[in-house]
């Protein structure tokens, strides 16, 4: 089976990390957002990925091409010249993703973070005897988004209401597909979107399902929803796999710790932490709702929380950190320094306070 992963452009959203790497290679839950996808896609037998990006390709290969040989699946790159929309894409990779198996293939933005149901997922697919399957996520607030009105009891899909004003529904469009191959010859090698071009015309034909998925689901594309989507991966690994999680008097719920980050005394870690490889926290430190990437240092007494650390970044001792701060790449805030929301560009150094969220160039 293939997979294609819409990569897409700059990530500008969740800049400053993104000056650094493109989106799909920040770090989340301390690997690279991308790979939580394509580890997911490999347990279902998936063979080959194809990234469809038009930014920035040779540096997502040179890095991924170190997981090729570790994971044994091929991962190619199929490059916009201009931007396609989210179907454009997939025309553009067709000689890709087209081998006469007949297989169907799937589908994912690049964005979405989730348990990965991708085996019943293929189950329901192959059952229903339809053209594409799309996977849906149940929201609190479905007037944000564009709803997929559904039969409940066969899954199929009767149409789509975008940002709807009277309840229609609350499940939405979650980011990831099954596709036959029957459904490249809809869509035309010109900017076209899949969600409102092309699964509507699916639908007409009465040939698009739709599967409940199971579980979290978040689009970590912005720092605020990253945060979130932290908190819901942790929970998922304490249901899935306890024993990746940390333990001690010093952790309170879940935390991630790298196995070569070092964590001094008296520090109270958690809930909701990521620590990266290399990290050292220093003694007296407080780290709630953050991630603090690979080769960060946390001086003595710092408090972090509601924020992102970057790459190889020092925070000065009695420092106070919060109200999502993102710290870029290689920035070095002092000591007894107070960050209330500054987003920081890589390779700065922070002498001052940051009263209010601001931009820091």
Same mark, same amino acid.
């Given at each position: 089976?293939?997979?294609?992963?819409?990569?897409?452009?700059?990530?500008?959203?969740?800049?400053?990390?993104?000056?650094?790497?493109?989106?799909?290679?920040?770090?989340?839950?301390?690997?690279?957002?991308?790979?939580?996808?394509?580890?997911?896609?490999?347990?279902?037998? #998936? =063979?080959? !990925?194809?990234?469809?990006?038009? @930014?920035?390709?040779? /540096? &997502?290969?040179?890095?991924?091409?170190?997981? +090729?040989?570790?994971?044994?699946?091929?991962?190619?790159?199929?490059?916009?010249?201009?931007?396609?929309?989210?179907?454009?894409?997939?025309?553009?990779?067709?000689?890709?993703?087209?081998?006469?198996?007949?297989?169907?293939?799937?589908?994912?933005?690049?964005?979405?973070?989730?348990?990965?149901?991708?085996?019943?997922?293929?189950?329901?697919?192959?059952?229903?005897?339809?053209?594409?399957?799309?996977? #849906? =996520?149940? !929201?609190?607030?479905?007037?944000? @988004?564009?709803?997929? /009105? &559904?039969?409940?009891?066969?899954?199929?899909? +009767?149409?789509?209401?975008?940002?709807?004003?009277?309840?229609?529904?609350?499940?939405?469009?979650?980011?990831?597909?099954?596709?036959?191959?029957?459904?490249?010859?809809?869509?035309?090698?010109?900017?076209?979107?899949?969600?409102?071009?092309?699964?509507?015309?699916?639908?007409?034909?009465?040939?698009?399902?739709?599967?409940?998925?199971?579980?979290?689901?978040?689009?970590?594309?912005?720092?605020?929803?990253?945060?979130?989507?932290?908190?819901?991966?942790?929970?998922?690994?304490?249901?899935?796999?306890?024993?990746?999680?940390?333990?001690?008097?010093?952790?309170?719920?879940?935390?991630?710790?790298?196995?070569?980050?070092?964590?001094?005394?008296?520090?109270?870690?958690?809930?909701?932490?990521?620590?990266?490889?290399?990290?050292?926290?220093?003694?007296?430190?407080?780290?709630?709702?953050?991630?603090?990437?690979?080769?960060?240092?946390?001086?003595?007494?710092?408090?972090?929380?509601?924020?992102?650390?970057?790459?190889?970044?020092?925070?000065?001792?009695?420092?106070?950190?919060?109200?999502?701060?993102?710290?870029?790449?290689?920035?070095?805030?002092?000591?007894?320094?107070?960050?209330?929301?500054?987003?920081?560009?890589?390779?700065?150094?922070?002498?001052?306070?940051?009263?209010?969220?601001?931009?820091?160039?």
């Amino acid at each position: 089976m293939k997979a294609l992963i819409l990569v897409g452009g700059f990530g500008t959203r969740l800049r400053p990390l993104t000056l650094s790497v493109p989106k799909p290679l920040v770090d989340f839950g301390n690997k690279p957002m991308i790979l939580h996808q394509i580890e997911a896609l490999k347990d279902v037998g #998936v =063979t080959e !990925v194809v990234l469809a990006i038009n @930014y920035q390709p040779e /540096v &997502m290969l040179s890095f991924l091409k170190d997981f +090729e040989s570790k994971l044994g699946i091929k991962i190619t790159c199929s490059q916009e010249t201009e931007p396609l929309g989210t179907a454009g894409p997939l025309a553009l990779a067709r000689d890709k993703l087209i081998d006469g198996s007949g297989e169907p293939f799937f589908v994912l933005n690049s964005d979405v973070i989730s348990e990965y149901p991708f085996g019943e997922l293929i189950k329901f697919h192959k059952t229903h005897g339809g053209e594409a399957t799309i996977m #849906v =996520t149940k !929201v609190d607030e479905p007037s944000k @988004y564009g709803v997929v /009105v &559904m039969e409940e009891e066969t899954g199929k899909v +009767e149409r789509f209401v975008e940002k709807p004003k009277i309840f229609v529904g609350n499940k939405i469009n979650a980011g990831i597909y099954l596709l036959n191959p029957s459904v490249l010859d809809r869509i035309e090698l010109k900017p076209t979107s899949i969600e409102k071009e092309v699964f509507p015309r699916i639908a007409a034909d009465q040939k698009l399902y739709a599967m409940v998925l199971p579980g979290f689901w978040m689009d970590i594309g912005q720092p605020k929803d990253y945060i979130t989507g932290l908190r819901l991966y942790l929970d998922s690994l304490k249901k899935k796999s306890p024993s990746k999680l940390a333990s001690g008097l010093h952790i309170v719920g879940n935390v991630l710790v790298h196995e070569s980050a070092v964590i001094g005394e008296g520090c109270l870690i958690g809930p909701d932490v990521a620590i990266g490889p290399g990290c050292v926290v220093e003694p007296g430190v407080r780290l709630s709702r953050c991630t603090v990437m690979r080769g960060v240092r946390i001086k003595k007494h710092a408090c972090v929380s509601s924020s992102i650390i970057g790459w190889h970044s020092t925070v000065g001792q009695w420092t106070r950190i919060e109200n999502m701060t993102i710290l870029g790449e290689d920035v070095h805030v002092g000591d007894e320094i107070y960050s209330n929301g500054g987003v920081v560009l890589p390779h700065k150094e922070i002498k001052s306070s940051i009263l209010k969220p601001e931009i820091v160039m």
